[in-house]
């Protein structure tokens, strides 16, 4: 594996065990009220009608599962092109648990194939990020961070 595939792979696993973390946070009122109610479509229930109410919360549902949809496709499709087994138990983890969770995972599990396959004929010297993608991936991420602990900060 080259230094660009484990760098890649810690990061996926760092975006990974921070979606956990965060999701299963917000999560966990739903599953004192399914354990409450001793039914787990109680809590699941509860918290699709909380998925409908604000005009916002409506928004990034839709949105994320219109892209949940895209990602299914890619992840399928990319998993047969490549031979990677068990898509559908990253899938189905993206429902039960989180998609940022699930996704980087698929995406260790493809930079991990794809390392095997290529070997050790590849150069192990890391590719250079030009300097606006850099900045661009900083900002983005300095966004999502920065959006995110403002939502998380309101609950």
Same mark, same amino acid.
């Given at each position: 594996m080259t230094l660009? &595939?484990?760098? !890649?792979?810690?990061? $996926?696993g760092l975006t990974a065990l921070l979606a956990l973390i965060v999701?299963?946070? &917000?999560?966990?009122? $739903? $599953? &004192?009220h399914a354990r409450d109610l001793g039914d787990i479509a109680a809590g699941l229930g509860r918290y699709l009608l909380d998925m409908r109410v604000t005009p916002a919360a409506r928004? %990034?549902?839709a949105d994320l599962l219109v892209m949940g949809l895209a990602v299914s496709v890619f992840m399928i499709l990319e998993a047969r092109r490549l031979g990677i087994r068990f898509v559908w138990v990253y899938i189905a983890l993206g429902?039960?648990?989180a998609a940022g969770f699930s996704?980087? !995972?698929?995406? %260790?599990?493809?930079?991990?194939?794809l390392a095997w396959h290529e070997g050790a004929s590849r150069d192990d010297a890391p590719e250079r990020v030009p300097l606006a993608d850099g900045l661009g991936l900083a900002l983005v991420s300095a %966004?999502? !961070?920065g959006l995110g602990g403002l939502v998380l900060m309101g609950g």
């Open positions: 660009k &595939q484990r760098y !890649l792979c810690g990061f $996926y999701t299963w946070a &917000q999560l966990s009122p $739903y $599953y &004192q928004a %990034i549902s429902f039960a648990v996704f980087p !995972l698929f995406m %260790i599990a493809r930079e991990r194939h %966004i999502a !961070l």
